[in-house]
């Protein structure tokens, strides 16, 4: 087939409207991510030590950034059009072969730099692909061409890190000095990766669609979170056992702090926070899409990963035969699981000012009170530990439905009207193909 065939066959890339939501190829390309979360969660989670964590939050961090980088190209194309799904599967396997290859990044260095320089070269596929589509998308318009341009350096600098990375600390005479230099290397591309975000400024950039934004990154966020229920279910052995009443409480509480994490995010505070983006324009509007999107998601990422690891190890502790409901755990799962929910909860928290200028006092309180249910929960039973996290969960979403209910009534009402507005646009749109218009679609 020719260039020609190929051009009328894919079609050309389209721009993305003002009121753009999410494609399903978007969804589909962030299915990736779930391997990359899970890969994440079970490295860390079979040997847990300060170490490990710094490297998973730095892959997670490194990760992310290609993520924020993906969906800045998405405010200006639809991913899903065109031959641009070409170049997005082209991506995908890059960020496939990045995710395999991560538990041999950080790995002995008498391992060999294959596992490190198969991330190199990943990462360098996939910078490449969202450059290109920044190229294409900025034509015409030269002060985002020169914005995009702006990020050339950022790219190859945090690409010769990661390269030097792979390749010199296995040189060096001293393992241990090896092992922090790849360390150092790796903490250099995170900070010059997100200090370029914030150097470079708002001018320039801009969002078209923010309901498509906001959506973009709601739809990651329980994504991470359903992968921790998986993570918990796989690592605490509850697939494929024989079901035991042990069981049964853990896994009712792993599901409901879950779904009250859910919740504290996407009851009121998403809500409100997606209509604050759309009231803003211009470059507002991108500093407050960088800020509480692009940066704040990610904590709480970090911490859905971090309680994540910690409920596997409570949840594995409770199902064995050998321990069971009584047995309390050691090491540091009740540490991560009570930080990553602090964790979670801070970054959401730092999400509301930013976009409502508001502070919750229950969220304080909830934060207070995980701190104070941490050196609790270390002297509990498993079981105890996880329900006395849920208890604290629970009972903020609880105490928010009452004493927010007003201002909860109001908010989705609103978001009822707006619902019930595009939906009647919609129909009526949709109406023309039954009266037979020149609209209609080919049967």
Request: hydrophobic share 55%.
């Amino acid at each position: 087939m020719g260039r020609d065939g190929w051009g009328k066959g894919l079609g050309p890339a389209m721009r993305i409207a003002p009121a753009a939501r999410v494609d399903k190829f978007e969804i589909f390309f962030d299915l990736v991510f779930v391997v990359s979360f899970f890969i994440i969660t079970r490295a860390t989670a079979a040997n847990v030590t300060m170490r490990e964590l710094l490297h998973a939050m730095l892959v997670l961090a490194v990760l992310w950034w290609c993520w924020v980088v993906h969906s800045a190209v998405a405010t200006r194309l639809r991913l899903g059009e065109g031959f641009v799904p070409v170049l997005m599967v082209i991506g995908m396997i890059a960020l496939f072969t990045f995710a395999l290859a991560l538990p041999q990044t950080f790995g002995s260095l008498q391992q060999g730099s294959a596992g490190p320089m198969l991330v190199t070269i990943s990462y360098v596929v996939i910078r490449a692909v969202h450059l290109s589509l920044f190229e294409y998308a900025t034509r015409g318009d030269p002060a985002a061409r020169r914005k995009v341009w702006q990020f050339v350096p950022e790219v190859l600098i945090t690409t010769c890190l990661l390269l030097v990375a792979a390749l010199l600390p296995a040189r060096v005479a001293d393992p241990d000095l090896g092992l922090w230099l790849r360390d150092g290397l790796w903490i250099a591309v995170v900070v010059i990766q997100y200090a370029s975000g914030f150097l470079a400024g708002t001018g320039g950039w801009q969002i078209t669609s923010a309901e498509h934004w906001t959506e973009r990154y709601d739809l990651i966020l329980i994504i991470a979170l359903g992968e921790s229920v998986i993570s918990v279910g796989v690592g605490g052995n509850l697939i494929g056992k024989p079901v035991t009443w042990p069981a049964i409480p853990a896994a009712i509480f792993g599901i409901l702090f879950t779904a009250a994490l859910w919740w504290a995010h996407f009851d009121v505070i998403g809500p409100a926070a997606r209509i604050a983006l759309h009231a803003a324009e211009g470059r507002p509007r991108v500093a407050m899409a960088r800020d509480a999107y692009a940066y704040l998601y990610l904590p709480m990422i970090a911490g859905v990963i971090l309680f994540a690891i910690g409920a596997e190890e409570l949840v594995r502790t409770i199902t064995d035969p050998a321990g069971g409901v009584a047995e309390r755990v050691h090491g540091p799962a009740v540490p991560l699981l009570f930080s990553g929910v602090l964790l979670y909860l801070a970054a959401d928290m730092a999400f509301q000012l930013r976009t409502l200028r508001t502070v919750s006092w229950t969220r304080v309180a909830a934060l207070a009170a995980l701190g104070a249910g941490l050196p609790a929960g270390r002297h509990l039973p498993a079981l105890g530990a996880l329900g006395l996290l849920t208890a604290i969960c629970v009972a903020l979403v609880a105490v928010e439905v009452v004493i927010m209910a007003e201002a909860r009534t109001a908010l989705r009402r609103a978001i009822h009207e707006e619902k019930a507005s595009h939906e009647a646009g919609e129909a009526a749109f949709r109406a023309r193909w039954h009266e037979g218009g020149p609209d209609r679609p080919a049967d």
